[in-house]
């Protein structure tokens, strides 16, 4: 459905600044707003994850198919 096109436009995006954040961790020397950053892209990886798990809608994820209407 569309939650699942946008949870994969979510991954691929997310991809893009973790390669990109990984390139620059590699060229420079770490500091703490690098690893706050590399931090915060693991979080995010993971909600999107479990997000996309999730079958129902629940606490912040939303899942537009559910509930399924009962004609299906």
Not at 25 to 44: D, F, G, T
Request: some cysteine; overall charge positive.
């Amino acid at each position: 459905g569309l939650g699942d096109v946008y949870k994969r436009q979510a991954l691929r995006r997310l991809s893009i600044i973790y390669e990109e954040t990984e390139e620059l961790h590699n060229k420079i020397k770490p500091n703490r707003e690098l690893c706050e950053l590399r931090n915060m892209i693991a979080v995010a990886y993971l909600v999107i994850k479990q997000g996309s798990a999730l079958k129902e809608s629940v606490g912040c994820h939303y899942n537009s198919d559910y509930p399924k209407p009962d004609n299906k």
